[in-house]
């Protein structure tokens, strides 16, 4: 069964509103939680890690004030595209290490019109 | 130089043929390694670990070679659900690590 959740799936957003989406992990507890991005065709690039109880570690040219990450339990990492432009529209994946595995949530399509 | 860098494929293989795929990484100090199989607008999931003896897995055998910080992936006898796009990935530390992936081989298997 899944390991890791996301929600939404599947989102569709105006330019300029603020979208957020969800990263749980399954019984288990995940102080740390990473999240991807995807863009067509391309690999994953990591844009930051998530902190339980601390602030997100982002990866250079990723804007932390547009990606804001919270962490606020130790099974939920929230990530927040402010101000959505269609350039954004991408694959955002998370993942948490289970064990020594890490394991991929199902993805969210986010599509900015 | 990318972090993790494959074939650019794609793979056109018939059923049944045996294919390789090669991978280097640029970072010297890189400790776990990896295949992800990733089908078409879904999550990556892991294919096998990679270790420096070289290990198989049924159809699937990978190599490492920590000199020459190469990754390879065999697979014989292709089937038409091995088609997916193949990503090699590196951990850059122990532990609780973001992984750091290539662009990944597209393989298609054809009847």
């Known amino acids: 069964g899944a390991v890791v959740s996301q929600h939404p799936s599947r989102v569709i957003c105006k330019s300029g509103t603020s979208v957020k989406i969800e990263c749980r992990s399954l019984?288990?507890?995940?102080?740390?939680m990473f999240w991807y991005r995807q863009f067509p065709k391309k690999s994953l690039m990591l844009m930051a890690t998530s902190n339980e109880g601390s602030k997100a570690t982002y990866e250079q040219g990723v804007e932390k004030d547009k990606f804001l990450i919270n962490h606020a339990s130790l099974t939920l990492s929230t990530l927040t595209v402010t101000s959505a432009h269609p350039e954004d529209s991408s694959f955002y994946i998370c993942s948490a290490r289970k064990n020594y595995e890490q394991y991929f949530g199902p993805g969210t399509r986010l599509t900015v019109t | 130089r990318k972090e993790v860098e494959q074939d650019p494929g794609p793979f056109n293989v018939p059923e049944g043929a045996t294919v390789a795929f090669n991978c280097t990484y640029s970072n010297s100090a890189s400790q776990s390694f990896f295949w992800y199989r990733q089908d078409c607008r879904k999550e990556p999931k892991l294919l096998m670990s990679v270790y420096s003896s070289g290990n198989e897995d049924g159809r699937f055998t990978a190599q490492l070679n920590r000199a020459s910080q190469y990754i390879s992936l065999l697979i014989r006898d292709s089937k038409l659900s091995d088609s997916a796009t193949y990503l090699c990935v590196v951990n850059r530390r122990s532990g609780n690590t973001p992984l750091v992936f290539g662009k990944g081989t597209r393989l298609s298997v054809i009847a």
């Open positions: 019984d288990f507890q995940a102080t740390t």
